[in-house]
């Protein structure tokens, strides 16, 4: 094989459809634009959403819902995820560089510690927000909980 005879593979490029340039072509004439009307016009736009006169989907359906915009996004990591981040590297100590390392979180992720799973080991955990199941988990087996 030589970079002279590489090809791409059979039916993976297309010839370009040269539009309006003569009958022989076959795409002269009105370049595959049919036949008069709004659409075959030079400077014609469809407006966004428009449907050919019937009413729009986004004008028939009821507007709904809100989306608040000061939300908070926390990403949910369980303490059943923290025994095994502690047994895998023996750690007494559990933070959001633990996580990040571990591939659980990215850097700018809130990190929010919730109550599923079972805990076992001794922790002090580090992270943004705890639910209630979560810090009587961890306080149950004389661990600590530190808010950042």
């Known amino acids: 094989m030589k970079l002279s ?9 297309h010839k370009e459809k040269r539009i309006g340039r003569g009958t022989g072509s076959g795409h002269g004439g009105t370049s595959t634009r049919g036949h008069k009307g709004a659409q075959s016009r030079s400077g014609y736009s ?7 006169g019937q009413m729009p ?3 028939r359906l009821p507007k709904s819902g809100f989306k608040n915009p000061f939300r908070t996004e926390y990403k949910a990591i369980n ?9 895998k590297n023996s750690l007494s100590t559990i933070d959001v560089e633990t996580l990040i390392n571990a591939g659980y979180v990215s850097r700018n992720d ?7 799973g079972t805990l ?8 943004h927000a705890f639910s209630k199941k979560a810090i009587e988990a961890i306080e149950a087996v004389k661990g600590t909980v530190v808010k950042l």
């Open 5 to 13: 005879n590489l090809k791409p593979a059979e039916g993976s490029t």
């Open 46 to 52: 469809r407006k966004v959403g428009f449907e050919g």
């Open 57 to 59: 989907i986004q004008r």
């Open 79 to 87: 303490i059943g995820v923290l025994q095994t981040i502690a047994d």
């Open 110 to 116: 809130l990190v929010k510690i919730l109550g599923n």
């Open 120 to 127: 076992t080991a001794k922790l002090e955990v580090k992270a």
